[in-house]
C-alpha cells in the first residue's frame, strides 16, 4: 500500500533517514536507485539558508531526475526564520520540507532548534504553520520520544504538529537524553499510529536488517519505516526490501566505484573528496573477511587512484565473515555539523 505525502504518492514504505555528513547527493541518489521512496537531506541550518553561505547550498545539490520528491531537511529554532529559509528551499527545488525536531547535539539545541523543540510544543507547530503558509509545500517534522525519561511528551507534541497541518511525522523511539543508547521503544510508535488522525507515522531505530524493518511494520502499524544507519555501507537494502538480492561482490565492487567517484564530483576537490569518504569504506567493508586490514590501508592513502586501486582489489573478491552480525554504524554529527 503507498503512502501520500501532500500531491506524491510514494511506492512502497522504506526511506532513508536524513543522516548529518551522510545524506548527500551521491549518497541520497544511489539509495533511491536501489529503491528507497524517499531520501531527505541532511539536516540543513535555516540560517545558513537565509545567507545563502557556499557550504549551506552545497548541501542543496540534487539530481532532479531521480530525487523525486525531493524533500530538504532544515533546522531552526524562529518559526519567521524557519518559513524564509523553506522559500530558499524551495527556490533550491525543495517539493517537501522537513522539520528536525530531533537532533540531540548541543550544537543545534542550545539556540533552540532540533530537539529542543520538544520542550515548546506550541513552537514547534508554529513552525510547520510558517513554513506552510510561506511555501505550500508540504510539511514533515523528525521528533524523539522526548527529552529525557521524566519528559517523554511525543503525543502531545504530534497532536500540536498533527493540529498545525504536519503530513507525516518520523519518531525516533529514544529521548533526547539517550542519544543513540540502549534500545529503541517501538512501543511508542505503535503508540503514535493507534492516537494519529491524519498524519503519516514514519517509524525509526534500531532497523539493521530487512528483517527487522518488515517486522517494525508489522509491529507497530507504522505507514513508513526510515532506515538510517542500517543503509550505511549497505544501500541494497532497499533492494532486498523489494524482493532483489544480496549484491555480488562483482557489483558491491562497481557500485564503492561509482559512489566513490560521484562523491569526488560532488566534493570538487580529490584530497579531501579521499578524506571524507573514508568512513563510507569503512561502512562498506564492515562484514567482510580482510575489512580491518582494508580499512588500515585506505586511511594511509591520499591519491584518488590508489584507493580505486585498493577498492578493486578488496571488493573484487570480498566474502563475509561466517557469523556476522550486523552493526550498528556510527555518524559523527557533532564533526557533520561543523
Same mark, same amino acid.
Given at each position: 500500500?503507498?503512502?501520500?505525502?501532500?500531491?506524491?504518492?510514494?511506492?512502497?514504505?522504506?526511506?532513508?533517514?536524513?543522516?548529518?555528513?551522510?545524506?548527500?547527493?551521491?549518497?541520497?541518489?544511489?539509495? $533511491?536507485?536501489?529503491?528507497?521512496?524517499?531520501?531527505?537531506?541532511?539536516?540543513?541550518?535555516?540560517?545558513?539558508?537565509?545567507?545563502?553561505?557556499?557550504?549551506?547550498?552545497?548541501?542543496?545539490? #540534487?539530481?532532479?531526475?531521480?530525487?523525486?520528491?525531493?524533500?530538504?531537511?532544515? $533546522?531552526?529554532?524562529?518559526?519567521?526564520?524557519?518559513?524564509?529559509?523553506?522559500?530558499?528551499?524551495?527556490?533550491?527545488?525543495?517539493?517537501?520540507?522537513?522539520?528536525?525536531?530531533?537532533?540531540?547535539?548541543?550544537?543545534?539545541?542550545?539556540?533552540?532548534?532540533?530537539?529542543?523543540?520538544?520542550?515548546?510544543?506550541?513552537?514547534?507547530? /508554529?513552525?510547520?504553520?510558517?513554513?506552510?503558509?510561506?511555501?505550500?509545500?508540504?510539511?514533515?517534522?523528525?521528533?524523539?520520544?522526548?527529552?529525557?525519561?521524566?519528559?517523554?511528551?511525543?503525543?502531545?507534541?504530534?497532536?500540536?504538529?498533527?493540529?498545525?497541518?504536519?503530513?507525516?511525522?518520523?519518531? #525516533?523511539?529514544?529521548?533526547?537524553?539517550?542519544?543513540? =543508547?540502549? +534500545?529503541?521503544?517501538?512501543?511508542?510508535?505503535?503508540?503514535?499510529?493507534?492516537?494519529?488522525?491524519?498524519? !503519516?507515522?514514519?517509524?525509526?531505530?534500531?532497523?539493521?536488517?530487512?528483517?527487522?524493518?518488515?517486522?517494525?511494520?508489522? =509491529?507497530?502499524?507504522?505507514?513508513?519505516?526510515?532506515?538510517?544507519?542500517?543503509?550505511?555501507?549497505?544501500?541494497?537494502?532497499?533492494?532486498?526490501?523489494? /524482493?532483489?538480492?544480496?549484491?555480488?561482490?562483482?557489483?558491491?565492487?562497481?557500485?564503492?566505484?561509482? #559512489?566513490?567517484?560521484?562523491?569526488?564530483?560532488?566534493?570538487?576537490?580529490?584530497?579531501?573528496?579521499?578524506?571524507?569518504?573514508?568512513?563510507?569504506?569503512?561502512?562498506?567493508?564492515?562484514?567482510?573477511?580482510?575489512?580491518?586490514?582494508?580499512?588500515?590501508?585506505?586511511?594511509?592513502?591520499?591519491?584518488?587512484?590508489?584507493? +580505486?586501486?585498493?577498492?578493486?582489489? $578488496?571488493?573484487?573478491?570480498? +566474502?563475509?565473515?561466517?557469523?556476522?552480525?550486523?552493526?550498528?554504524?556510527?555518524?559523527?554529527?557533532? !564533526?557533520?555539523?561543523?
Amino acid at each position: 500500500m503507498s503512502v501520500a505525502l501532500g500531491p506524491f504518492r510514494l511506492p512502497n514504505p522504506f526511506v532513508l533517514a536524513p543522516m548529518a555528513g551522510v545524506s548527500e547527493e551521491p549518497f541520497r541518489v544511489l539509495a $533511491f536507485r536501489m529503491g528507497a521512496a524517499l531520501c531527505t537531506t541532511e539536516l540543513v541550518s535555516a540560517q545558513g539558508l537565509i545567507r545563502s553561505t557556499a557550504r549551506t547550498l552545497r548541501y542543496l545539490r #540534487h539530481d532532479p531526475q531521480v530525487e523525486r520528491p525531493y524533500s530538504v531537511q532544515i $533546522f531552526g529554532g524562529d518559526p519567521e526564520l524557519m518559513g524564509e529559509a523553506a522559500r530558499v528551499a524551495q527556490r533550491w527545488g525543495a517539493e517537501l520540507i522537513d522539520v528536525n525536531m530531533g537532533c540531540p547535539v548541543k550544537k543545534v539545541t542550545r539556540n533552540g532548534a532540533g530537539s529542543a523543540l520538544l520542550c515548546d510544543p506550541p513552537r514547534a507547530a /508554529g513552525i510547520v504553520r510558517s513554513i506552510h503558509a510561506a511555501t505550500g509545500l508540504p510539511v514533515t517534522a523528525k521528533i524523539r520520544s522526548g527529552w529525557d525519561a521524566h519528559h517523554r511528551n511525543y503525543l502531545e507534541v504530534a497532536e500540536a504538529l498533527e493540529d498545525a497541518g504536519c503530513a507525516a511525522l518520523a519518531i #525516533h523511539p529514544r529521548t533526547r537524553a539517550q542519544g543513540y =543508547a540502549g +534500545e529503541a521503544d517501538w512501543s511508542v510508535i505503535a503508540d503514535l499510529v493507534r492516537r494519529r488522525r491524519r498524519m !503519516a507515522i514514519l517509524g525509526n531505530g534500531d532497523v539493521k536488517t530487512p528483517a527487522d524493518a518488515r517486522r517494525m511494520l508489522e =509491529a507497530t502499524g507504522c505507514d513508513l519505516v526510515m532506515i538510517g544507519r542500517g543503509a550505511l555501507g549497505n544501500p541494497w537494502i532497499f533492494r532486498q526490501l523489494r /524482493g532483489g538480492a544480496e549484491p555480488t561482490p562483482a557489483e558491491r565492487r562497481e557500485v564503492v566505484l561509482g #559512489h566513490l567517484r560521484a562523491h569526488v564530483v560532488f566534493v570538487g576537490e580529490p584530497l579531501a573528496a579521499v578524506r571524507s569518504f573514508r568512513k563510507h569504506l569503512g561502512w562498506y567493508a564492515h562484514g567482510l573477511r580482510g575489512a580491518a586490514g582494508f580499512r588500515a590501508e585506505v586511511n594511509r592513502l591520499a591519491a584518488l587512484d590508489d584507493v +580505486e586501486e585498493a577498492v578493486r582489489g $578488496f571488493f573484487g573478491a570480498a +566474502e563475509g565473515e561466517p557469523g556476522q552480525e550486523p552493526e550498528v554504524q556510527e555518524v559523527d554529527y557533532r !564533526a557533520a555539523l561543523g
